[in-house]
């Protein structure tokens, strides 16, 4: 159950795809140096492998539980979340004016990825703090940032993200937790949010709760949600804790994997805190903004649910290939004087290409959009942060919903190939694949990353954005055709295919949104299901180019170099390859969805 963090692979992909060296030169990039990045990352797997990965199977085994109001975490997570705190891991990415390092969002997400991979219940807590402050630095006011954005990067405080009602769901035109103004520029709060991740814990002393709510004259639909800061205790003036706010959990929920991690219903309202009837909540921003607001945090927890796709992506991965290293079965097909090992049978090393190639491909994909955001956060000419920005922004759907798509079908050949034993709890297989289930669901399912692919990622703007990704790579793709390596040729030919698929959905998508919009949203996960394939094989079509020039120029690391270009490879005929059929269910495949009436089925 050891994790080991692939930090070779990790600074690769920073350093040759996702520009480290560009971000470097931004304004206030100077600290990241390459000595300063490499250390970080070193210290980082060093950290998570022993002392929140060995966390990973406990946590599974003894879940956090709730009595009487209160949750207790698991055994161990406690003492975890303090090392974790103390050592500045919450704060990496966020301003030094807080207490934070100030380093840039491509040096996080590589950390970032460590944590999820190592334990993905006890990492869901820093994740959706890190949401609560850049919302709250992006939209708070001086007074809010200055009394939580501290606490909550030094981990005194953690955060949350109450969005979801029981008659809710998705549809968040149907809030109705109400927020009532209380004349002296509080509200109080009122209403139950359901399935609010470490809703409650005992892992800090307090929980910042960002609540979405309407105030009684707000107007109808999402142009009348606000968000307020919701704290379990209240901050008095001096910065100390105060009276116990009127916010309860009422249980948690029992669930299919992610055991560990408390998914809480919680009551606001219910007049049993020391503050009288109505938690008392304060307005972030400007009221009926709130949805506004909340997407800052929530487009930051979507990149990093994708992160933990890539995350558990990686670590079935390894799993596995330990597993198929030491587990001796049936002899080789060319005939062997024994039993060997299956890794050497044909199809376990299918599955474990397939499996390398995904983990491989969906974290480039992830970090080089990190790295636009970055210069989009950074860059010192305003058209540039504009462009790097609605490049970002394009990229936060396909690496939401096309990379935790991949972890399951990921871990499902985790699974696989550890055979018969992979259905067994004990060998660990099955837990990577229960915890990755809920990727695809929480922070908007696969089907609302593909419609905001299709509605404001490309319609709005005409395919603006897409277009001009698709034409760096083609301009790759005729770079490898033409390099006169057997394997980049090979490669390259199968990138354009793909951005011939790629752009014909996109042609698609702007010419028939207005003339038949259930026709395009019919193929919308297909779609984004190819531009995740097109946008990974592209970055490895671009590790491939590197690695082949390393090799001719003497390499001295001959090993990684051409396995990144075998992986690159593999991708290219099993995966870029099922781009044309893709594109013709987009484009086609409309009739049969919608062929149906709802009373036939």
């Given at each position: 159950?050891?994790?080991?963090?692939?930090?070779?692979?990790?600074?690769?992909?920073?350093?040759?795809?996702?520009?480290?060296?560009?971000?470097?030169?931004?304004?206030?990039?100077?600290?990241?140096?390459?000595?300063?990045?490499?250390?970080?990352?070193?210290?980082?797997?060093?950290?998570?492998?022993?002392?929140?990965?060995?966390?990973?199977?406990?946590?599974?085994?003894?879940?956090?539980?709730?009595?009487?109001?209160?949750?207790?975490?698991?055994?161990?997570?406690?003492?975890?979340?303090?090392?974790f705190v103390e050592a500045g891991?919450?704060?990496?990415?966020?301003?030094?004016?807080?207490?934070?390092?100030?380093?840039?969002?491509?040096?996080?997400?590589?950390?970032?990825?460590?944590?999820?991979?190592?334990?993905?219940?006890?990492?869901?807590?820093?994740?959706?703090?890190?949401?609560?402050?850049?919302?709250?630095?992006?939209?708070?006011?001086?007074?809010?940032?200055?009394?939580?954005?501290?606490?909550?990067?030094?981990?005194?405080?953690?955060?949350?993200?109450?969005?979801?009602?029981?008659?809710?769901?998705?549809?968040?035109?149907?809030?109705?937790?109400?927020?009532?103004?209380?004349?002296?520029?509080?509200?109080?709060?009122?209403?139950?949010?359901?399935?609010?991740?470490?809703?409650?814990?005992?892992?800090?002393?307090?929980?910042?709760?960002?609540?979405?709510?309407?105030?009684?004259?707000?107007?109808?639909?999402?142009?009348?949600?606000?968000?307020?800061?919701?704290?379990?205790?209240?901050?008095?003036?001096?910065?100390?804790?105060?009276?116990?706010?009127?916010?309860?959990?009422?249980?948690?929920?029992?669930?299919?994997?992610?055991?560990?991690?408390?998914?809480?219903?919680?009551?606001?309202?219910?007049?049993?805190?020391?503050?009288?009837?109505?938690?008392?909540?304060?307005?972030?921003?400007?009221?009926?903004?709130?949805?506004?607001?909340?997407?800052?945090?929530?487009?930051?927890?979507?990149?990093?649910?994708?992160?933990?796709?890539?995350?558990?992506?990686?670590?079935?991965?390894?799993?596995?290939?330990?597993?198929?290293?030491?587990?001796?079965?049936?002899?080789?097909?060319?005939?062997?004087?024994?039993?060997?090992?299956?890794?050497?049978?044909?199809?376990?090393?299918r599955m474990l290409m397939f499996?390398?190639?995904?983990?491989?491909?969906?974290?480039?994909?992830?970090?080089?959009?990190?790295?636009?955001?970055?210069?989009?956060?950074?860059?010192?000419?305003?058209?540039?942060?504009?462009?790097?920005?609605?490049?970002?922004?394009?990229?936060?759907?396909?690496?939401?919903?096309?990379?935790?798509?991949?972890?399951?079908?990921?871990?499902?050949?985790?699974?696989?190939?550890?055979?018969?034993?992979?259905?067994?709890?004990?060998?660990?297989?099955?837990?990577?694949?229960?915890?990755?289930?809920?990727?695809?669901?929480?922070?908007?399912?696969?089907?609302?990353?593909?419609?905001?692919?299709?509605?404001?990622?490309?319609?709005?703007?005409?395919?603006?954005?897409?277009?001009?990704?698709?034409?760096?790579?083609?301009?790759?793709?005729?770079?490898?055709?033409?390099?006169?390596?057997?394997?980049?040729?090979?490669?390259?030919?199968?990138?354009?295919?793909?951005?011939?698929?790629?752009?014909?959905?996109?042609?698609?998508?702007?010419?028939?949104?207005?003339?038949?919009?259930?026709?395009?949203?019919?193929?919308?996960?297909?779609?984004?299901?190819?531009?995740?394939?097109?946008?990974g094989g592209w970055q490895l079509?671009?590790?491939?180019?590197?690695?082949?020039?390393?090799?001719?120029?003497?390499?001295?690391?001959?090993?990684?170099?051409?396995?990144?270009?075998?992986?690159?490879?593999?991708?290219?005929?099993?995966?870029?390859?099922?781009?044309?059929?893709?594109?013709?269910?987009?484009?086609?495949?409309?009739?049969?969805?919608?062929?149906?009436?709802?009373?036939?089925?």
């Amino acid at each position: 159950m050891s994790y080991s963090a692939p930090v070779k692979e990790m600074l690769f992909v920073m350093r040759e795809l996702a520009g480290l060296a560009e971000i470097q030169k931004l304004p206030g990039g100077e600290d990241a140096t390459d000595e300063t990045v490499a250390a970080v990352l070193e210290e980082n797997a060093r950290f998570m492998s022993e002392v929140v990965a060995p966390l990973n199977w406990p946590g599974d085994l003894k879940p956090s539980s709730w009595s009487d109001g209160q949750v207790t975490t698991t055994p161990g997570f406690k003492e975890a979340f303090r090392q974790f705190v103390e050592a500045g891991w919450q704060g990496l990415q966020h301003p030094q004016q807080y207490g934070g390092q100030g380093l840039p969002k491509l040096v996080a997400t590589a950390c970032n990825e460590m944590l999820q991979a190592a334990n993905l219940s006890f990492a869901l807590c820093p994740l959706l703090t890190d949401g609560a402050i850049e919302a709250l630095l992006t939209a708070g006011s001086d007074e809010l940032r200055e009394a939580y954005v501290p606490r909550l990067i030094d981990g005194t405080w953690t955060g949350t993200m109450n969005l979801t009602e029981a008659q809710a769901g998705s549809d968040l035109s149907l809030v109705r937790t109400r927020a009532v103004r209380q004349g002296d520029g509080v509200y109080r709060i009122s209403g139950q949010k359901i399935f609010i991740t470490y809703g409650d814990h005992d892992l800090a002393e307090n929980i910042v709760h960002l609540v979405l709510a309407r105030t009684p004259d707000a107007p109808e639909g999402v142009k009348g949600i606000s968000l307020f800061v919701v704290p379990k205790r209240l901050v008095n003036a001096d910065g100390s804790l105060g009276k116990r706010n009127d916010v309860y959990c009422a249980s948690i929920e029992h669930k299919l994997g992610i055991k560990a991690s408390p998914t809480a219903v919680l009551l606001f309202g219910d007049d049993k805190g020391e503050v009288g009837p109505g938690a008392i909540g304060y307005l972030v921003g400007e009221e009926n903004r709130g949805l506004e607001y909340m997407f800052i945090m929530m487009n930051a927890a979507r990149f990093g649910v994708g992160m933990q796709g890539v995350a558990i992506a990686d670590r079935a991965y390894q799993k596995a290939v330990a597993y198929a290293r030491e587990r001796v079965q049936s002899r080789a097909v060319e005939g062997s004087a024994g039993p060997v090992p299956i890794i050497e049978h044909p199809d376990v090393r299918r599955m474990l290409m397939f499996m390398r190639a995904h983990a491989e491909a969906a974290r480039a994909v992830a970090y080089v959009a990190a790295g636009w955001a970055d210069v989009a956060h950074h860059h010192p000419d305003g058209e540039q942060r504009k462009q790097a920005k609605a490049v970002y922004e394009y990229l936060v759907p396909i690496v939401k919903g096309w990379s935790t798509e991949v972890s399951i079908d990921v871990a499902s050949n985790g699974i696989q190939v550890h055979g018969g034993m992979g259905f067994i709890e004990e060998t660990g297989a099955a837990q990577f694949y229960r915890d990755a289930r809920i990727l695809t669901i929480y922070e908007g399912t696969t089907a609302i990353q593909a419609n905001d692919l299709v509605g404001r990622k490309t319609a709005r703007d005409g395919g603006a954005v897409a277009r001009g990704l698709i034409a760096q790579m083609k301009k790759t793709a005729d770079e490898l055709s033409a390099s006169g390596n057997a394997d980049l040729v090979v490669i390259g030919r199968r990138l354009a295919v793909a951005a011939d698929a790629y752009a014909g959905v996109v042609d698609y998508v702007v010419s028939r949104m207005k003339d038949d919009i259930r026709g395009v949203f019919a193929g919308s996960v297909p779609y984004l299901k190819l531009a995740g394939i097109a946008h990974g094989g592209w970055q490895l079509a671009r590790a491939a180019a590197v690695c082949a020039r390393c090799l001719e120029q003497g390499s001295d690391d001959r090993e990684f170099h051409s396995a990144k270009i075998a992986t690159a490879r593999f991708f290219a005929d099993h995966v870029l390859a099922s781009a044309a059929g893709l594109r013709d269910s987009v484009v086609e495949g409309a009739a049969g969805v919608l062929g149906l009436s709802a009373e036939q089925f």
